[in-house]
């Protein structure tokens, strides 16, 4: 019989954190075929750690600030979170943690859709995460949100440049004629909750500049919540740069 190398490496895995004794339990629900890259300990979860699958995108430096903002408990506590592009689900771990009533996760990556599902299982009471995958002729933000659902919370830590996407890691770093990137703003009206806020985290410039131009189109609010200015930065800088978006009650 041939041994699904995948598999194994999985089962590996979980047999080290049994003889550490923190065995999880085996859930129907999970997907357990994909092949761990690596683990990561972050300060935020002291009791666990993130595991990447490979082809799933990892770059905590992006999301400092936001992380920041989730664990000082007055983002998404009692409220309702949706993140776009989840990848290994770290920042929708972080809402389950820090008392989000209700998560909704997506990505475009299937196995980003695996492993954020897996981490959360692991590292939080994920009975009130939803996480989806965005089918791949469906990109715009909204693809899977139903035109009833609305958030007081919109998070992501999106793709930063346009380009052309060929395997799935590309999609964390591309985002085609910034349909991603529109599609969101546009459906902001409808999928924010009066007086939400949707956060983004973005490390390119250029992006941030046409960010920006787009919220003042629109007639929406476009704030920084960082020291630095658009205007001092490379084109391309770590940590990612905190910006909130908002729509005029
Ligand atoms: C820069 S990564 C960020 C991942 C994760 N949130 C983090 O901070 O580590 C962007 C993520 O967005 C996903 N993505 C790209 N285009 C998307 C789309 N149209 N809809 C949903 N997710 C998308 C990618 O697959 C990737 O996982």
């Not at 990447?52 to 009692?78: A, H, K």
């Not at 004629?177 to 007086?195: N, Q, T, V, Y």
């Not at 983004?200 to 960010?211: D, T």
């Amino acid at each position: 019989m041939k041994t699904n190398p995948h598999r194994l490496m999985l089962s590996l895995f979980l047999c080290f954190w049994t003889i550490l004794g923190c065995q999880p339990e085996y859930r129907e629900d999970l997907d357990y075929s994909h092949r761990v890259l690596q683990t990561w300990e972050i300060d935020e979860i002291e009791d666990g750690v993130i595991v990447q699958f490979e082809e799933v995108f990892w770059e905590p430096d992006d999301t400092i600030s936001l992380r920041e903002l989730i664990t000082e408990g007055l983002v998404v506590d009692g409220r309702d979170v949706l993140e776009i592009g989840t990848g290994t689900g770290l920042l929708s771990v972080l809402s389950l943690r820090h008392d989000a009533v209700s998560v909704v996760a997506t990505d475009i990556n299937p196995a980003a859709v695996a492993n954020a599902k897996y981490n959360a299982a692991m590292l939080a009471d994920d009975r009130s995460l939803d996480v989806r995958l965005v089918p791949k002729d469906q990109p715009q933000a909204f693809s899977v949100i139903r035109d009833d659902e609305q958030f007081d919370v919109i998070v992501s830590n999106p793709p930063w440049e346009d380009g052309l996407v060929g395997k799935p890691l590309d999609h964390a770093f591309y985002d085609p004629e910034f349909e991603l990137m529109d599609s969101l703003l546009d459906g902001l009206p409808r999928h924010l909750k009066p007086g939400g806020r949707c956060l983004l985290a973005y490390g390119h410039r250029p992006a941030i500049e046409r960010l920006r131009e787009s919220c003042q189109e629109r007639g929406y609010a476009f704030k920084i919540l960082d020291e630095r200015t658009i205007e001092e930065l490379e084109e391309d800088f770590l940590p990612g740069m905190l910006l909130e978006v908002k729509v005029p009650l």
